[in-house]
């Protein structure tokens, strides 16, 4: 047995797909201390700096002087204390639904979302480029699982006409795509929704509390807030903190109460994670958030352009996630690697998060960047992807 371990990550190795963790040493700042060494962080998902927001951190101490470190049990047995009915109000207030559900992670989410809502007999549309976490929800249903094309409305609209059936049928997709920062054809998809009778359920991991005037996320950008079903977002990205929620009707709560496994089989979220997140969608509410936003939206457009202008391909990103198209997983991960030597911290993506030949470097800009760093760090990923002649 222990050999057959030993072979499998041999092969691992071999196919130059093997993952270790990596340790920053201190705060999650723009620059980080990475195993000892100062570098420019551009691979995390901290987009506004709330992270580090003294605000957070100040409410998370709070909390748990008034009460305690631990929710104690799932929500449905004796877990639901007062701050998680106060975040699911404020986030409810904050997306202009009649209500919110939290969930202890976004992965969490989708796993026990997707599964309440349909199941045998039932036909789940998902985006090609959908989040692993959507896949493994809609494998869970056992709901019949039609992949369309990325962002291909044409496609999904004849596949929904073919495999219309009597049982309910979902359309779910990453409202701005978490390894491309492309955005999905939301005011599309809600009218194919309306055609078909469809719901919509949109996983804005990427989007909420970055775009919109308000921060409300992709579907306040493009205009389907009142359309969508299910607005799924997590907290542990651009809000700073950790975990998700789902925002919808009141009866749709009601029944992923009931039927969601990840909610009703897990202990509910701490009292510090449920405080800090409030915080922060009080924040991104607030002028202060605007402000954030706008920084982040600045730095985004400065680093595109840099890297167009050093000749890369950074595919159809309009978001704060820029990817850097290399090809093969090897080139990829020497990418990185020279970049690191240099100070520039970029995660390279290889398969299964993304396709095969499709690897990358997934640059994410923050608003805490300043326009020194990104003008330094386009500099030094040019040079080193001219070593390595991806561009
Ligand atoms: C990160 C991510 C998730 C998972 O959220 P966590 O809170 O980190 O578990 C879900 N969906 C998408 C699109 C994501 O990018």
């Known amino acids: 047995m222990r050999d057959s371990i030993h072979d499998e990550l041999q092969q691992i190795r071999s196919r130059g797909l093997y993952r270790a963790t990596r340790l920053i040493q201190g705060r999650q700042t723009a620059r980080v201390t990475l195993e000892g060494g100062e570098v420019l962080l551009l691979c995390s998902n901290n987009y506004l700096g709330l992270a580090e927001h003294p605000a957070l951190a100040e409410a998370s101490v709070r909390a748990i002087r008034s009460f305690g470190a631990s929710g104690g049990a799932s929500r449905l047995v004796s877990g639901t204390m007062e701050l998680h009915e106060q975040l699911e109000s404020t986030v409810a207030a904050f997306k202009g639904t009649e209500s919110a559900l939290v969930f202890n992670s976004g992965y969490a989410a989708n796993t026990g979302i997707i599964p309440a809502l349909v199941g045998r007999g039932d036909v789940i549309f998902s985006d090609r480029l959908n989040h692993a976490s959507i896949v493994d929800g809609a494998l869970l249903s056992g709901a019949r699982l039609v992949r369309y094309p990325h962002n291909d409305v044409n496609a999904l609209a004849r596949l929904m006409t073919k495999h219309r059936g009597s049982g309910r049928c979902l359309i779910v997709t990453d409202g701005v795509f978490s390894m491309d920062g492309d955005l999905a054809p939301l005011s599309a998809l809600a009218e194919l929704k309306h055609r078909h009778d469809a719901l919509l359920m949109i996983d804005d991991a990427h989007g909420c509390g970055v775009l919109g005037a308000g921060g409300r996320g992709s579907a306040e950008l493009l205009g389907v807030m009142e359309e969508t079903d299910i607005h799924v977002g997590t907290l542990g990205k651009a809000m700073g903190s950790f975990g998700a929620y789902a925002a919808v009707s009141s009866e749709m709560r009601e029944l992923l109460i009931n039927r969601a496994r990840s909610f009703i089989f897990s202990t509910s979220l701490p009292p510090a994670v449920l405080a800090a997140s409030v915080a922060a969608l009080e924040i991104v509410a607030s002028p202060e958030g605007t402000g954030l936003r706008k920084r982040l939206c600045d730095n985004a457009v400065l680093f595109r352009q840099l890297l167009a202008g050093h000749g890369f391909a950074v595919g159809d990103s309009s978001t704060q996630i820029i990817p850097i198209m290399c090809g093969d997983a090897q ?36 608003a805490t960047h300043s326009r020194e760093d990104l003008t330094w760090a386009a500099g030094r990923i040019a040079a080193a992807g001219r070593r390595l002649g991806v561009v």
């Open 331 to 366: 080139v990829t991960m020497r990418f990185s690697e020279e970049l690191l030597h240099e100070g520039v911290f970029v995660q390279g993506i290889r398969p299964p998060t993304v396709p095969a030949n499709s690897c990358r470097l997934r640059c994410t800009v923050m």
